[in-house]
C-alpha cells in the first residue's frame, strides 16, 4: 500500500499518449480533427489544474489564436459525453475538467485559491460498496471532495 500523496503530473510521455487516444477516439467516432481541435485537446492534457473551459481558451489561443471559446465549450462537452473527460460543476457556476483521469476520482480543492488537485486515497470502492449495501442503490459513480487549506494558503 503507498502512502497518501497528492498525484504528481504526469511525464511528457504519458501526456503524448493521452492525446493520441483522444484524438483516436474523436476520429473514430466521425468527429472532425481540426487544427483547433488537436490545440484544444494538447492544452487539456498538459493543464492538470482542472481547468475551467475559459482557463483551457486563455491556454489554447496562446499557440493557436484562431480558436474560439464556442469551439473549446463544443469538444469539452464531446469529449464529456464519450466519457473521456471528468466535469466537475461548483455552485458558483464553474465548471473544471480533467481528461488525464476521466473516471470518478477524489480532489482535495483550497477554499482560499480555490486549487483542484487529484489525491490517491485508498478504500474508495470499498465505501461506495458499503454505500451501495446500506441504501441498497445501484451506483455507478460517486463525488469525492475535501476542503481546507493548500499547503501555500495555509
Ligand atoms: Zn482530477
Redesign the pocket.
Known sequence: MSEPHVIESQSIEQRRRRVAELTERLASSGHRLTPQRLFILEALVADTS?PTAEELFARVRQTCPTTSLATVYKTLETLRQMGEV?ELEFSDGSNHY?A??PAA?P?VICEQCGR?E?VEVDGISRLQAHAMQASGYQLQSHRIEFYGLCQSCQ
Open positions: 482542472h471528468l480533467d488525464l483521469r476520482h480532489h483542484i487529484d
